[in-house]
């Protein structure tokens, strides 16, 4: 019996092997190879994406925000692979393209790049470059793009949307306003600081030592502050007394008083509505506020001598 089983294993093994398909080998083969391209594929991608990652830490590390041409611009943003957010200032920067709102926009634009760099939560998934258009023609002929300055952000997947494109015209360009903006699309919050500016208050403390300087050197002849005659004389001399009549140069006058009161308006609006410099507008204000009064008040003076009897007086000038 031992004999008989023996060719009966041998032919059960035989029906085993005609089940496999003839072809399996060379599919096996191919399948094996196929992974094999894939994950070097995926490994390649992977080191490319460490690589550019890399060169862009490296980067920030020199400077908030750094500048792209053409070629770069088509690496690090446009090609993948790409984890990471980037915000593009694309601007005109150059003395002969004579932007002066591309220099205040790239003023903010430090200074959120500059509060997000020395942050705590600084991170590699967000990045701060821009785009000249001396530098990069070529991106803003790809992007049809034919205004600037303009704020983009480029996600990390996908193509950039139309809430991607900072609305500046409607918000401005304040570094608040941009901030609010990032955090809306790459869910990244920026504490924007911003640098102390004490231009304001040296203006205002020479002013004041101008003043008291002045008053110190006069301090034994003082009575020239409290003489209203002196002050009458000054203002009323071109003015008639009378509110029946009126001078020509009294005209005039009165035409440079009211042109200095609507520019004192026009300086305060501006400061209160302008993005600029803190500091800047700080005096713009000072100025404008100087204005209105002083000139309000001489003009409320003139009045109260054409018209006796009128109550009402800012600071007296008679």
């Known amino acids: 019996m031992g004999a008989r089983a023996a060719p009966s294993r041998r032919r059960q093994g035989g029906r085993r092997l005609r089940y496999l398909p003839t072809g399996s080998f060379p599919f096996l083969l191919l399948l094996l190879l196929l992974c094999i391209q894939l994950g070097g594929g995926q490994k390649k991608k992977e080191n490319l994406l460490a690589e550019k990652v890399e060169q862009l ?12 041409n053409g070629d770069k611009f088509r690496k690090f943003i446009k090609a ?133 300087g002045l008053l110190y050197l006069r301090r034994n002849n003082l009575e020239f502050i409290y003489n209203k005659t002196g002050w009458a004389m000054v203002s009323l001399s071109y003015i008639h007394g009378s509110s029946q009549a009126q ?34 507008r700080r005096i713009i204000c000072l100025v404008g506020l100087g204005l209105v009064v002083f000139f309000f008040s001489f003009l409320l003076s003139i009045f109260r001598s054409k018209y006796h009897g009128y109550p009402y007086s800012h600071l007296d000038f008679e």
Not at 145 to 167: E, V
Not at 247 to 255: K, N, T
Request: with cysteine; net charge positive.
């Open 57 to 68: 830490m490296e980067w920030s590390s020199r400077r908030s925000i750094f500048r792209m």
């Open 80 to 212: 993948p692979p790409r984890n990471y957010s980037m915000i593009v200032m694309f601007t005109a920067l150059q003395p002969q393209r004579q932007c002066s709102v591309c220099r205040q926009a790239n003023e903010e634009y430090q200074i959120l790049a500059n509060s997000w760099r020395y942050s705590s939560a600084f991170c590699n998934k967000l990045f701060f470059s821009m785009v000249d258009y001396d530098e990069g023609t070529d991106v803003f002929q790809q992007l049809n793009m034919n205004s600037a300055p303009t704020f983009m952000h480029f996600p990390p997947k996908g193509r950039p949307k139309r809430a991607d494109t900072f609305d500046l015209q409607r918000i401005g360009f304040a570094a608040e306003q941009l901030a609010k903006w990032i955090a809306d699309r790459t869910d990244v919050h920026i504490r924007v600081f911003r640098p102390p500016n004490y231009s304001g208050t040296i203006a205002l403390a020479l002013l004041v030592s101008l003043v008291g």
């Open 247 to 280: 001078f020509v140069a009294e005209s005039h006058i009165i035409l440079v008083l009211n042109a200095a009161i609507t520019m004192g308006m026009v300086l305060l609006n501006e400061a209160a509505t302008s993005k600029g410099d803190v500091g800047k």
